[in-house]
């Protein structure tokens, strides 16, 4: 059997997908083990999976880069400059510790695989050609970074490129975007020779397609059904895990009638800028026919958030458990993170997006592209705008008949046991090179 160690952020979105192949390989009867930030060290462990806590790196400076993002536009995106100084303070910057953590964890533990996500570089642009342990990549987002014909930039929102001009436009983008970058790789190409490693000539992203597996927890539907990947990316289709419940539902729950469309509101599991969805919500929605659901996430509580007074359709709580609330929804309406998307688009539930930070722009166009829902940019959710699109949705049945064809197809995927076939293959290929 194998030894595969798996590095990841601690964040909610990063664990859950990580932990899913963390669970399948050890039921394949690998060992397995999980480096990443002490406050995930309870959920894995309680798993009975193996934990490595960050030493040398900072969670709390992560953190601090993940809230700085989300609270710099009060309802939108940040300015681009921000955005590449949190990128290098979070992304280039750690390098060194990820690296000096788990360069004593690989002798020691010897694994044959390590497997990390996109947002963590050490593995990716040093240990992976350091040693002789391949380094994997699995994706904590819905489509690939790799650049390419048949997708828009990343990061920018933009509808996929399937004209001429789009094409030429697309190509352009990211020309430029390599260029604006070159600081940041140039930082880069310094941390890799202090490791004796040449200098990267191509983007960060671009590189990573380079390595021996990509795997990506999607289906090309909502990637644009890309064409233009190497033979390295592989989409495998959803990584769900959900950790134990520590709290119930809430009562009132069970008491809602079922006779009229149920609305899930949410924010992302990460969110601490202005609730400016869950507030249009609770105003735009009220009194409406319809059963509308608040929930804030474990971050915050919704009490605190000065919603205002709710109508009598108006419900709201801290977090409700997807698990038992989705099945029974009609509309989702999020600001667009993965997990939140990938559990809405497995239940057959259609989407209202309001994208704001990090990779949710794009993922708004993968589901307007997928014809599951519709997206509402944040300068236009205000109580009648959202009011707007979610009856677009309801009155429209083609939404839900395409998310209920694409849940079918999510649900047939096979996720994290497709994910230890690649992996043991990838192990496989590195034992008969050492021998």
Known sequence: MGRYLLTCWPFAGHISPFMSVALALRDAGHDVAIYSGESAREAVERENIAFFPFERLSETGATSSMISMDTAAPSGRPVAGNVLQIFRDWLVETMPDQVADLQP???????????????????????????????????????CLVPGADAPPAGLGMAPPRSFGAK?????????????????????????????LPALTMSMNRQTGRLPLYMIGSLPELDY????????????????????????????????????????????????????????GAQGLAGLPMEVILTSGRQRSIADLDLGELAPNIHAADWINHNTLLPQCSVLVTTGGAGTVMSALRAGVPLVIIPTTWDKPDNARRIVDAGVGVRLP????????????????????????????????????????????LLEELAASRMSVTR
């Open 225 to 280: 059904n890309r064409q233009d990947l190497p033979d390295s990316v592989r989409y495998i289709g959803p990584l769900a895990w959900h950790p134990t419940a520590d709290m119930p539902d809430p009562e009132w729950l069970a008491d809602l009638p079922k006779d009229r469309p149920w609305v899930h509101v949410t924010e992302s599991t990460l969110s601490f800028g202005d609730p400016f969805v869950l507030r249009a």
């Open 105 to 143: 964890i690989v002798e020691s533990w010897q694994p044959d695989v390590i497997v990390s996500e996109t947002a963590m570089w050490g593995p990716i642009f040093v240990l992976s050609e350091t040693g002789r342990v391949p380094v994997a990549i699995l994706s904590t987002l819905l489509g």
């Open 168 to 196: 030429m436009l697309t190509k352009g983008i990211n020309r430029g975007t390599e260029l604006a970058g070159r600081r940041l790789r140039g930082r880069v190409n310094e941390i890799r020779a202090d490791y004796g």
């Open 378 to 421: 944040a300068k236009r959710c205000t109580p009648a705008g959202l009011r707007a699109v979610v009856g677009e949705v309801l009155s429209k049945p083609r939404y839900r008949e395409n998310a209920q064809r694409l849940a079918e197809r999510l649900n047939a995927a096979s996720g994290p046991t497709q994910a230890v076939a």
